[in-house]
């Protein structure tokens, strides 16, 4: 569950990054091991990144986050269409990011059920500010931490078809779109998949 999780802020440096997750669940269906990955990404550069820390990191929270999500669905990621990949790479991460998951419940889904389309900035900062006040370590984050990750998550939204900007230039709202998927990839959800599911595909 994601309450068992401990807050981070590691969305910052590593929001959705759904080419590296792609590439990652190829590798893994194809039968590579998560050392195999890493010495891929460490001699082959199969990332593509300048920055040896990068080549490091990186394999390894893409392998941690799809450890979160089962076989069924790994092969959807890797094979199937581009709008249940990016909501199977988005439900990886959800898993295993506890601030993610619960702004899609807390706020993403609370609005969609209630009848709203929009989600606001500030919507962003109460759900910041009940984060502060009931978490010692959300409250020692710096403004700009907080700031940087209301962007992200907001690029992430984006970047997995949850949500686009609104293109009124005088509002920064994001709106609500319900997600595009097929009955397979429901299917294919275990158990413990689907708290997070039904956040992130609008489920009343």
């Not at 994601?2 to 929001?15: F, G, N, Q, R």
């Not at 050392?35 to 392998?63: A, C, G, H, T």
């Not at 984006?158 to 397979?184: Q, S, V, W």
Request: aromatic letters at 8%.
């Amino acid at each position: 569950m994601a309450k068992e999780l401990k807050y981070t802020s590691s969305i910052k440096s590593m929001p959705l990054m759904f080419s590296e997750m792609k590439r990652t669940a190829l590798l893994l269906c194809e039968g590579k091991m998560a050392n195999e990955i890493l010495q891929l990404s460490l001699e082959k550069n199969i990332y593509q990144f300048n920055n040896d820390k990068w080549r490091r990191e990186v394999p390894l929270r893409m392998i941690k986050r799809l450890s979160t999500i089962g076989t069924p669905l790994l092969k959807i990621l890797a094979h199937g269409t581009l709008d249940e990949a990016k909501l199977v790479t988005f439900l990886a991460f959800m898993k295993s990011d506890r601030l993610l998951y619960e702004f899609m419940r807390e706020v993403y889904l609370d609005k969609a059920q209630v009848g709203y389309d929009e989600i606001s900035d500030i919507d962003f900062v109460q759900f910041f500010d009940r984060k502060v006040s009931n978490s010692d370590t959300v409250a020692k984050w710096k403004t700009d931490t907080l700031k940087a990750i209301h962007t992200k998550i907001k690029n992430t939204l984006c970047d997995a078809g949850l949500a686009k900007r609104n293109k009124n230039k005088h509002r920064n709202n994001l709106l609500i779109l319900r997600p595009i998927y097929t009955e397979d990839i429901c299917m294919q959800l275990e158990e413990q998949d689907r708290i997070y599911a039904k956040a992130m595909l609008l489920e009343v």
